[in-house]
């Protein structure tokens, strides 16, 4: 079972308190209906629901839960994951720009000057070179790296990767991928 399909079991708030009374020792229906106050009209379609789901089993006449289906379904998601794409050739750089960036947004701005630089590095290679922006449109490029959009601009600036004159940047810095 997916991580998704378990989420969808237990996304009604009514099969999620069937399935919570349970856990917590619920073993009958009318255990159920008195843990979650819920009316046996809503108890008995959850369960069977649940069964269906495989998180409720009926063991020796009573409810059972599954563990183990939860870490099953966690293991199965991890082994399918796709590998992250490289975001720089470099190992070394490759790592420092892992731990700070996540889903194409930074986490958060490197303490470390040199961890620093690799991501601004990165972060300058969204900009054209040769090309001047303005500084709405440098605003709405960074906000999209990380919300405290004028601290990476500053941080480009002082470090060389973008020069400024009466609010229009460009690019004046770091590699250059042909």
Not at 18 to 38: D, I, Y
Not at 51 to 58: D, E, K, T
Request: charged share 25%; with cysteine; aromatic share 6%.
């Amino acid at each position: 079972m997916t991580p998704t399909a378990l989420c969808g079991l237990l996304a009604e708030s009514d099969r999620l308190q069937v399935f919570a009374a349970v856990v917590l020792g619920a073993r009958s229906l009318s255990a159920v209906e008195s843990a979650t106050g819920l009316p046996a009209r809503v108890v008995e379609p959850a369960i069977r629901r649940l069964q269906q789901g495989g998180l409720l089993a009926v063991a020796e006449g009573e409810l059972a839960t599954s563990a183990e289906l939860f870490k099953d379904a966690v293991r199965a998601a991890a082994t399918q994951a796709e590998p992250q794409p490289q975001l720089d050739p470099d190992r070394q750089r490759d790592l420092i720009l892992r731990t700070f960036i996540t889903d194409g947004r930074l986490t958060q701005i490197p303490a470390a000057n040199a961890k620093r630089m690799v991501v601004l590095e990165h972060i300058a290679s969204s900009f054209e070179p040769g090309v001047r922006y303005p500084e709405r449109e440098v605003n709405a490029i960074l906000r999209a790296w990380h919300d405290d959009h004028a601290a990476l601009r500053r941080y480009l600036v002082d470090a060389d990767l973008l020069s400024r004159d009466t609010n229009e940047y460009w690019r004046s810095g770091g590699p250059v991928v042909l």
